[in-house]
Nanobody, 125 residues
Framework: VQLQASGGGSVQAGGSLRLSCAAS????????VGWFRQAPGKEREFVAA????????HYADSVKGRFTVSRDSAKTTVYLQMNSLKPEDTAVYYC???????????????????WGPGTQVTVSS
């Protein structure tokens, strides 16, 4: 399953953005969907994820309470609502799907496949 992230932009600290992660069709129930980000000079890190079948949501501690993942009813698009943005949220944001991912591996890069180009989010102070 190939996913494409979009919706990035430039905002001031305290602002909001909603990113979209679109699939070419319905996301299969055996796939988890994750959001990751990579800032310049840093490793790609976990942000948030849906487990398989969209059964549960998971967040990095750094975004918990500020970011929310959701999906559309057709299960073709996953969203990342980002509120109360901080300059340290500046990064390229990626979404990807992970077949057969289990809960203990959701926060790891390893299960995810077909990373797209990502979308840039810039937060100014």
């Amino acid at each position: 399953v190939q996913l494409q992230a979009s919706g990035g932009g430039s905002v001031q600290a305290g602002g909001s953005l909603r990113l979209s992660c679109a699939a070419s069709g319905r996301i299969p129930s055996n796939y988890a969907v994750g959001w990751f980000r990579q800032a310049p000079g840093k490793e790609r890190e976990f942000v948030a994820a849906f487990s398989r079948s969209f059964a549960s949501t998971h967040y990095a501690d750094s975004v918990k309470g500020r970011f929310t993942v959701s999906r559309d009813s057709a299960k073709t698009t996953v969203y990342l609502q980002m509120n109360s943005l901080k300059p340290e949220d500046t990064a390229v944001y990626y979404c990807a799907a992970a077949p057969r991912a289990i809960l203990s591996t959701l926060r790891s890069l390893t299960p995810y496949e077909d990373w797209g180009p990502g979308t840039q989010v810039t937060v100014s102070s």
